[in-house]
């Protein structure tokens, strides 16, 4: 199936988006206000221009995207629907979905897990 690696490709949009924004929030610089205008429209827009708020609503959309994703990958996995073939995980109590499932395949975050657990 191709859901596992377009997760991974969501959460990756999602880190670069949020590394942009951290890149910005932590080397940029307010523009300079004139002498008479010091209303607080005036020092809103000396901190953030139209293309930070861009930036600013790229992020939330990326981080809704990828939580929407990764809901909809949860669903799937425990309905057994992915990967093709699978048996339903939601029989059982005791099996969860793991985040890791958003960087690697479903075998490899529970291989990882399960070396974590022992000793």
Same mark, same amino acid.
């Given at each position: 199936?191709?859901?596992?690696?377009?997760?991974?490709?969501?959460?990756?949009?999602?880190? @670069?988006?949020?590394?942009?924004?951290? @890149?910005?929030?932590?080397? @940029?610089?307010?523009?300079?206000?004139? &002498?008479?205008?010091?209303? =607080?429209?005036? &020092?809103?827009?000396?901190?953030?221009? +139209?293309?930070?708020? &861009?930036?600013?609503?790229? &992020? =939330?959309?990326?981080?809704?995207?990828? =939580?929407?994703?990764?809901?909809?990958?949860?669903?799937?996995?425990?309905?057994?629907?992915?990967?093709?073939?699978?048996?339903?995980?939601?029989?059982?109590?005791?099996?969860?979905?793991?985040?890791?499932?958003?960087?690697?395949?479903?075998?490899?975050?529970?291989?990882? +897990?399960?070396?974590?657990?022992?000793?």
């Amino acid at each position: 199936g191709c859901i596992g690696p377009m997760m991974t490709i969501v959460f990756s949009m999602c880190l @670069a988006d949020v590394g942009a924004l951290a @890149a910005y929030l932590s080397l @940029a610089t307010p523009r300079p206000l004139s &002498v008479s205008d010091h209303s =607080a429209l005036a &020092v809103l827009e000396a901190i953030f221009g +139209a293309w930070e708020l &861009v930036l600013f609503a790229s &992020v =939330a959309l990326q981080l809704a995207l990828c =939580a929407s994703c990764w809901r909809i990958y949860r669903q799937l996995r425990l309905t057994g629907l992915y990967p093709p073939g699978a048996r339903p995980m939601g029989t059982s109590k005791g099996e969860r979905v793991s985040v890791l499932e958003l960087v690697c395949e479903a075998e490899d975050a529970s291989r990882i +897990a399960q070396s974590c657990d022992s000793p």
